[in-house]
C-alpha cells in the first residue's frame, strides 16, 4: 500500500528509473500478500479497476486488450497450421486464456501460474477478463513454470509467456536455459511468444535475449513485435516470437498472418469482439523504430 499516498498510485521500480505512471484511485478493492508477491486491485478514475502486482500494473481495464490480443493472436495466427494443443506461462489473470478461446482448432489448453492468488483475484475483480478460465479445454496448473516446460518434449504448437518483469518469481522466464526448455517442449514449426519488455527502458535486456534465441531456434525464426498501451512503461511493451524449425525445413516469417483473427467463435459467450488486434496491425507490430532495430536486428 506504500505506492498509493493521498489517493494517487505511482509506479515505482528500478527497471524504469526517474519516473513513474500515476494513476488516481477512486477505492482500494483488495489488499493482499499472497506466496510470492504484494497484490492489490484498486479502482482508479481513468482506466477502471487495476491489477498490481509488487508494485507495478499488470493490466487496467481500459486497455488491457492491447496486451492480451497480441501476445495471443500474433504467434497463433503465424502458425502455419491450426494449432490444437497450447501452453501459457503465467497469464494468472485468464486474458490470454479469453483469447485462446476463440480458436475452435484447440483441443487443450495448459496454464501454468505460480501464484494462485492472482488466480482468486482475477476471478474476483476481474470477471471479463478471467472468464477464461471457464473455457473447459483449459486444464490448470499452480506450479513453477520453468520446472513444467522442463519436463515437456515436442507437446505444443505454442507458448505464450505472459510474466511480468524479470524481478521476483519471474526473473528465470527472461533467461536462457528456460527457452532451450520452451524449444524442447514445441512440436516443429512451433512458436514461442514471449512478454519482451519495452525498447525505450529495456535494450539491455531485450538484445541478449534476443541473441540467445538466434542461437537456440538455429533454422526456425527469431523476430520482435511490439504493441502500445498506454498503462505499461513508455506507453509500449514488446513481445519476443520464436519459430522453431520446421521438419521441412521451410523458413517462415512470423510477421505474415498465416489466418484471419477468429473475431467472436469464442465458446464462452461473454467474450466480445476484438478491439485492437487485426491482420494489418499484425504485420505492423514488427516495423520497429530504427535504433531499435538495429540493436535488435543488426544493420541486415
Known amino acids: 500500500m506504500d505506492a498509493i499516498t493521498k489517493g494517487w498510485f505511482a509506479e515505482l521500480s528500478e527497471l524504469w528509473p526517474g519516473q513513474a505512471m500515476n494513476l488516481k484511485v477512486k477505492e482500494v478493492l483488495h489488499s493482499e500478500r499472497t506466496k510470492f508477491q504484494d497484490l492489490i486491485v484498486f479502482e482508479s478514475d481513468a482506466f477502471g479497476r487495476v491489477l498490481v502486482l509488487d508494485g507495478v500494473i499488470q493490466l487496467t481495464e481500459r486497455d488491457e486488450c492491447a496486451y492480451q490480443e497480441m501476445i495471443a493472436h500474433l504467434p497463433l495466427c503465424a502458425l502455419k497450421s491450426a494449432p490444437k494443443k497450447v501452453l501459457v506461462v503465467g497469464g494468472g489473470d485468464g486474458g490470454v486464456l479469453r483469447e485462446l478461446s476463440r480458436y475452435d482448432s484447440l483441443e487443450h489448453i495448459d496454464i501454468c501460474e505460480i501464484d ?5 483475484a482475477a476471478k474476483k475483480y476481474f470477471p471479463k477478463v478471467a472468464c477464461g478460465f471457464e473455457d473447459p479445454r483449459v486444464h490448470v496448473h499452480i506450479a513453477d513454470g520453468v520446472a513444467f516446460v522442463k519436463q515437456q518434449t515436442a507437446e505444443y ?12 518469481p519471474a526473473q528465470a522466464l527472461f533467461e536462457r536455459p528456460f527457452y532451450t526448455y520452451m524449444h524442447n517442449a514445441l512440436k516443429p514449426g512451433g512458436v514461442v511468444c514471449t512478454q519482451g519488455e519495452s525498447v525505450w527502458l529495456h535494450m539491455d535486456i531485450i538484445a541478449p535475449l534476443v541473441n540467445d534465441c538466434k542461437n537456440i531456434f538455429v533454422g526456425g525464426a527469431v523476430q520482435y513485435a511490439f504493441t502500445t498501451i498506454p498503462t505499461y512503461p513508455s506507453g509500449q511493451i514488446g513481445f519476443v516470437i520464436c519459430g522453431k524449425a520446421a521438419e521441412d525445413g521451410e523458413k517462415v516469417d ?13 465458446k464462452l459467450a461473454v467474450v466480445q469482439p476484438l478491439k485492437y488486434y487485426n491482420t494489418a496491425i499484425h504485420s505492423a507490430a ?15
Open 286 to 300: 514488427f516495423v520497429l523504430p530504427q535504433f531499435a532495430h538495429l540493436a535488435i536486428n543488426g544493420a541486415d
Open 254 to 266: 512470423l510477421s505474415v498472418p498465416q489466418r484471419t483473427p477468429p473475431n467472436s467463435s469464442s
Open 116 to 120: 494462485e492468488g492472482v488466480i482468486n
Open 157 to 168: 504448437d505454442a507458448i505464450i509467456v505472459d510474466s511480468s518483469d524479470p524481478i521476483g
